[in-house]
Each structure stands twice: as C-alpha cells, then as structure tokens.
C-alpha cells in the first residue's frame, strides 16, 4: 500500500537485468519493480502518481503467479519521444519550436534529444548527456489531437540537416518534407527500450485503475503468459503532450487462457491499442526427415523462446499460410538468440521447403475486449491473430487506420495470426481509417499472402459483424482476402462528411465490401 502522494523514481541503484521482450527492444534494463518469482502480491498505489526517471523500467512480472497492480499512474520526466509545433514551412523544410521539455543539442547540422542525465563527460570534457534518438517524423493536428488525415511517416530521418535557429528553434531539411503552420510535429523514439510492464511466463495478471501517461515502448507488453486482466486502464498523453506511448497500448504474444480488455481508454498511441498473436520461426536448414534449424526473423523477437521438448507446432507454408500439419517437439537445441534446433515426433511433409515456418499450436487466448475507448492514436485499432475464441462488444473506434485488423504473415513479421472465431458486435466506428496510410478498410484482413496463393487460403475463419454503427466517410467498410464463412448483418451505416475523401482515391471505385478469394460470405446492408 502506497501512501497516496507523487513518488520519483531514479535510476541510480536500481537493478539491472538483460531481458529479451518481444515486440520491444532487447536490451540490458533495469527496474524498479522486480516481481520475478512472486505470488499473491497486490500493489496499491491509493492514487499515487508514479513518475521515472531515464531508461528506467517500471514493472516486470516474470514467472509470476496471481499479481494485482492498481490505483496508480506512470509517467516519465522526459519523454523516449520528442515533440515541437511547427512554426514556419518552406518547400522540403520546417522550422519547429521546442518546449523545455524536449532539450537538444544540434552538431555537425544533426539533431539529437537529450535528458538531463549527465553520464560522463564526451572526448572535449564537456558533460556528455544521456541521448533520446529517434527514427520518423509523424504531423498531428494541434485542435483535433490525431494525426493529420494526410500525414504519413517519415522515415529513417536521423540523417536530415538540421541548421540551429537560436534558443528552441530547429530548421529542419528532408525531401518532400511538409507540414502545416501550429501543427506538432513528433519525432518518435528509435527503440521500445523501455516498456511500462513487461510480463513473462507468468499468470493471474491483473492492471486495474492504472494510468500510462508515457512508456518508451509498449504500455503493457505480455508473452508466454496466461489470464491477463486489463481493466479501467487509460493509456492518455499527459497534459501539454500529443502522444500517449511510443508503441502500443497493449500488445500480447504466444499467450493463453483468457485476455480481458474493458472499460479502458487508449489514445494518442504511436502504434496500436492492442495487437494479439503468436510468433513464426523460418526454416533455414532441413538436417533430417524429423530435425530442422529455425530463426526468429524479426530482430525485436530475437530471444524468444517457444520451442521446448512436448510442445505443439504447426509447420506452415509461408507463401500461402497453409498448415501442413502438426508434430510434437522432442528436443530443442538453442544455439543463440535467433537460431534453435529442433527434433520432431514426425517427419516432416514431403512438401516442406527450406524458408517455410513453425509456430506454437498448442494454446491460443479466449479474448473479450468490452465498453472500450480507442482513438487518437497513429495507425490502427486493433490486431487480432488469437484463434481462441474472440469477443469485441460496445467499443468506440476512431482510429487513423483501420480500426480492426487481421494480419499475421510468415515472411516480414512473422507473427502468427489467422482467427477461427471472432464475433464483433455493438461498436461504434466513427470515421476510422480517415487517413488511408495501411489500406482501405474500417475493418481489413490484410495478412502477407502471395497473389497467387490468394485464392486456395482461408486464413481467417468465422467471423461475425452484427448491430455496430459505421460512420463513414470512406465508403470502404470492410477489405480483405482469403476469408472463410464471414456474416455481415444488422448493422447502422451513417454517411458523413467530418473528413475529406482525399482525391486520389477517388478513381478506386471503392465500395463498401471489397472482398475477395473469399467463401460462404454473407453480406446484408
């Protein structure tokens, strides 16, 4: 039980360990809540405000049974991201603003973030400060809050010139850079360093009455975990900021038992408000009929480790997202953090090739998202690749993208989804995907299959949309491909005029349903 009041943390003695999260940065880390090991422990803050400061973790629950962590906010002194108001724009160039908040430095007509950490000094005996780097640019709208319709990322921009106009003010240089006089332009953070929770093989997680105010990664990340609670959580941006967390609100990888999202906020994210799914490991060696090398492919979930003696995998074309079939670990040889060598119970199809891949089949999380609220944030709502049963009922969506997506791919995520059961009921979407920047739907299954392959897939299955209300401006409702058995029915369409539709879609022809390489659809408007 804390005393209700504002308690600061520092990074001085905290303890440090190197830990690999997925979706988030690998990376020597330390906390301040270190709940490794523990059971039936509840935290209450009582209201307190919890404020970090530096590359300072909050909580890590790992290998932990029946946690409670409640009544609480987290914020951090200075931000992982930065953010300025946009006071002059020229062809290819800004001038931006800096508040105190975000102090930088500019060398050699390049632009670095700093803290107030001083960590030694640099090679000319000046203090050398601790360095927020960042990676792309995105334009918020300063009256609505959100992204701008027609901003997209900018990209790989460290390398831009940069010239110093003086105390707080920055000229900025980057082909076809472009912005609108009192907009905030944000530069997010390069790396997920440093999540708000990480939770790991563990279970009975509950967060309840928690505000994020920042995190440097996701809010609340879980992985191998099973029966997460999250409930009346807000993950907001501070007063005076645009942005929320450098990631997603939430996000939960190869987890069980049952996932609850409800009565929460999410808003003015970086990324997604949730994002539900498995992992893939590529084929890179067949040694033997039953005996196979793996890689984890995306660097962010190198260390991730799922392949363990008696565990269940499918083994899935990557092209097509077809299973094969499944087998049963007998051996599992990790040789580092990307490559493990696994024996099987079976042989392998005669059909399986070298750069296909394997994913874990033996759980996948019952999920309910309920009386949810999710907007203002960069990208979309959220993804669901969990094939447990899945529940999304009285949410408000109004989202930059799509506001409910079905991905999963085997050759550039590698994140296993592909839903059996996934009933979407009672929501409101309110103008979503009014952006247009990661395709075309208020509802999409995108997931990374060949052209080709398109048409004998049926990766996502089961799918019901009854009694929501779309509000659009974008007559594209609902995209997608390679579905099997998806009901449309009873639902409210409102046409609107809050945003423009934007010139160059308007010789798509797009209508409200635009699926294809589809089967046993229902479609009632």
């Known amino acids: 039980m804390f005393t209700k009041g504002t308690y600061t943390f520092e990074p001085n003695f905290a303890p440090e360990k190197y830990v690999f999260v997925s979706n988030n940065d690998e990376g020597l880390k330390r906390f301040v809540f270190d709940l490794s090991g ?6 209450d803050g009582q209201g307190s405000q919890f404020i970090f400061n530096g590359f300072l973790c909050p909580f890590l629950i790992e290998r932990s049974k029946k946690i409670t962590v409640k009544n609480l906010s987290i914020d951090f002194k200075r931000t992982f991201h930065s953010e300025g108001t946009i006071i002059a724009a020229y062809k290819d160039s800004l001038d931006i603003a800096f508040s ?23 090679n000319g005996g000046e203090p050398k400060r601790v360095n927020y780097p960042f990676w792309h640019l995105l334009e918020f709208d300063a009256v609505k809050r959100e992204p701008v319709q027609t901003a997209f990322d900018y990209l790989n921009v460290q390398n831009m010139v940069v010239k110093d106009l003086g105390p707080g003010r920055v000229r900025i240089h980057f082909p076809r850079l472009k912005g609108s006089v009192g907009n905030t332009l944000i530069f997010n953070a390069t790396d997920r360093m440093v999540p708000g929770f990480t939770v790991s093989d563990s279970e009975d997680i509950s967060v309840r009455n928690v505000t994020i105010f920042h995190a440097g990664g996701v809010g609340i990340l879980a992985q191998r975990s099973n029966n997460i609670l999250i409930d009346s959580v807000k993950v907001i941006a501070a007063p005076g900021r645009m942005v929320s967390t450098a ?10 038992g049952k ?19 498995g992992v893939y490991v590529k084929i890179m060696q067949i040694i033997s009929p039953n005996e196979v ?4 492919m995306h660097y962010q979930q190198f260390g991730f480790d799922f392949l363990a003696p008696n565990s269940k995998i499918e083994i899935t074309e990557a092209e097509s997202l077809i299973t094969y079939g499944e087998t049963t670990v007998v051996k599992a040889e990790r040789l580092n953090k990307e490559y493990t060598r696994i024996t099987m119970k079976n042989p392998l199809s005669s059909k399986v090739k070298v750069g296909d891949v394997i994913a874990s089949s033996e759980q996948y999380p019952d999920v309910l998202m309920k009386n949810c609220s999710v907007q203002k944030n960069r990208a979309r709502g959220i993804l669901l690749g969990s094939r447990g049963k899945i529940r999304i009922d009285g949410n408000y969506f109004h989202t930059h993208c799509a506001a409910i997506n079905l991905e999963g791919d085997g050759r550039y995520w590698f994140e296993q989804s592909g839903v059996r059961d996934l009933t979407i009921t009672n929501n409101t979407f309110d103008n979503c995907n ?24 049926r990766y996502n299955r089961n799918i019901l949309i009854e009694r929501n209300t779309f509000k659009i401006f974008n007559p594209c409702i609902l995209s997608g491909y390679s579905v099997d058995n998806l009901t449309f029915r009873n639902n409210k369409i409102e046409n609107t005029t809050a945003y423009e539709f934007l010139d160059w879609f308007k010789n798509m022809n797009l209508k409200n349903f635009m699926l294809t390489n589809s089967s046993n659809l229902k479609i009632e408007q």
Not at 38 to 43: C, V
Not at 100 to 122: C, E, H, R, S
């Open 38 to 43: 523990m059971g039936n422990l509840e935290i």
């Open 100 to 122: 105190d908040a975000y102090p930088y430095n500019v060398q050699n007509n390049k632009l670095m973030f700093t803290g107030d950490q001083v960590i030694g000094k640099d």
């Open 247 to 256: 990631a997603d609100a939430t996000h939960f990888v190869n987890c069980g």
């Open 259 to 277: 996932i609850t999202l409800q009565h929460s906020t999410f808003e003015s994210m970086m990324d997604d408000a949730t994002n539900i799914h």
């Open 293 to 296: 090398v793996v890689k984890l």
């Open 434 to 457: 009014y952006g247009f920047m990661l395709g075309l739907g208020v509802i999409m299954v995108s997931s990374g299959i060949e052209e080709q392959k398109k048409a004998e897939s």
